[in-house]
Every structure is written in C-alpha cells, then in structure tokens.
C-alpha cells in the first residue's frame, strides 16, 4: 500500500496515543472521521497497522531485570531453537540478525536469579543453540514509541 501525507500524519497522531478517537485525529488533519474511519480500516487491511499495543513498565508489574540475549544456532536447527524462544513467556523480542550472534532476543526476568533460571534451564540447554551471551540491561535512557514517519 502506497501512503500519502495524510496516512502518514493519521499515523503519526496513533503513535503518540492509539486511543485518540478518530473525531480528534480528524479535527487535527482536517478532514471527517468518516474519511479518517475509512483510512485507517484501510490501512488495517493492508496490514500497515498491525494492531493497538499496551505500553506496561515492566518493573511496576514485578519484571526488575531485563536482558538482551545473543544465540548462536547449530546450523540446520534454526526453526527448532526460535519455536522454543516463542514459546517462552519471559522473551518479548526475537531477532534473526547478522554478525557474531544469529539470533538477538530481549528477556525480562523478575530478579538475576528467575534471569538465571530463564538462561540455563530453559534458553542454554535448547536444542539447536550453540552458545549465548547474555547482556544485562542497567538502565535504559531512552526507548520510542513508534516509528519515524
């Protein structure tokens, strides 16, 4: 699907708060919610917007560390060791990626010791991994919501 400018500003206004009712979006674009409605079931269609996410912070529900994890895959066993990380609650994020790990994933963990527990009993010892490397996220400055439009 081919956006235009206004798609893009219907878009950009969702990022900052999906719950933004359309009458408002169309307000602010000047245009009827209507046209707005139609659009944006457009660009659901085409798969544009994928969904309407909750933002939660992690450690007011319990989650205190979280990690980045680097994998890399024996050779053939890919799709068998991705199915396992996507089975497991704790991974939120899995990468296939290029460089010295073949797979990033980012994992929360409730303290060091469940972040322990996540890495050798249920990551280190999955069939189809080879080694990992686990980085302990210390304190994140900075995340955005959404992407550049």
């Not at 980045?68 to 799709?79: A, D, I």
Request: proline share 1%; glycine share 8%.
């Amino acid at each position: 699907m081919e956006l235009d400018e206004t798609d893009r500003e219907i878009l950009r206004i969702l990022q900052e708060d999906a719950r933004t009712p359309f009458s408002e979006v169309a307000r602010r674009i000047e245009m009827s919610s209507a046209t707005v409605h139609d659009r944006v079931g457009r660009m659901e269609d085409a798969g544009v917007i994928q969904g309407y996410n909750l933002n939660v912070d992690a450690r007011e529900v319990g989650y205190d560390v979280s990690a980045f994890v680097g994998l890399r895959t024996e050779q053939g066993r890919e799709e068998e060791a991705l199915d396992r990380l996507a089975g497991l609650e704790e991974v939120k994020e899995v990468h296939l990626t290029t460089g010295e790990w073949d797979v990033m994933a980012r994992v929360f963990a409730e303290d060091t010791d469940a972040l322990r527990e996540l890495m050798f009993d249920h990551i280190a010892d999955t069939e189809g991994f080879a080694r990992s490397h686990t980085m302990v996220v210390l304190g994140t400055d900075y995340e955005a919501d959404g992407l550049p439009l």
